[in-house]
């Protein structure tokens, strides 16, 4: 051991995170060593909130510290129109664009036979009682426009479209394999000016 036990000890945790290798791990330990007290404590405060604190939304499924979300508990927001996401990036990506003001639900995943995920694995079923329980008039299907993607919309498309909601698909004149997350502001707005109802 080359330093003291304390250091090493942050040095092997920092190293876990993912891209930060031992050099990276040991130049940060070092920061945090030498930085003001106020800022290790905060740095540290904020490592045990997020995963105290930090819940998925009851009702949308996204992430919160607040039961419901910001977003859910917001009553200027159109609770009639649903955008389906896979992920909490994805509904970040859509909320940085500005313009949606509607609500959203996270399925957390896509349906992929082949990596066996089914639909009881992803948050279809909680979706479903959604939309059952009234009131929604339109839902967005913004998944991926990948296979897996593709595979989710088409499924929640079948299942929901009997309720008696209109349906519709993001516009995919995106490239295959793209990204809500990575895509900009100017993109997501064409994607969702351009859908169609499925
Ligand atoms: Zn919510």
């Known amino acids: 051991m080359v330093y003291p036990q304390s250091i090493e000890n942050l040095i092997r945790g920092l190293s876990k995170l993912p891209g930060i290798g031992e050099k990276s791990a040991t130049r940060l330990a ?3 060593l030498n930085a003001p007290s106020e800022y290790a404590n905060a740095l540290a405060k904020c490592l045990v909130d ?4 930090v819940r998925y939304c009851t009702e949308c499924f996204n992430l919160s510290d607040l039961a419901p979300c910001r977003i859910c508990a917001d009553g200027s927001r ?4 649903i955008c389906v996401v896979e992920g ?31 639909p009881a694995d ?23 426009p990948d296979m897996e993607g593709e595979a989710t919309a088409l499924y929640i ?11 519709t698909r993001i516009a995919t004149g995106i490239p295959v394999g793209a ?20």
Request: aromatic share 6%.
């Open 30 to 32: 070092f920061y945090v």
């Open 50 to 53: 997020v995963k105290e604190k």
């Open 78 to 81: 159109d609770g009639a129109v």
């Open 88 to 118: 909490v990036k994805d509904l970040a990506a859509i909320e940085d664009m500005g313009g949606y003001r509607g609500r959203y639900h996270v399925l957390h995943g896509s349906l992929s036979p082949l990596k066996g995920v089914g």
């Open 122 to 144: 992803i948050r279809i079923g909680e979706l479903e009682s959604r939309v059952k329980g009234g009131g929604v008039k339109e839902i967005i299907l913004a998944t991926s």
């Open 157 to 167: 498309t079948r299942l929901l479209k009997p309720e008696g909601v209109k349906m």
């Open 179 to 198: 990204e809500l997350e990575y895509m900009d502001g100017m993109t997501i707005g064409r994607a969702f000016e351009g859908r169609r109802e499925v």
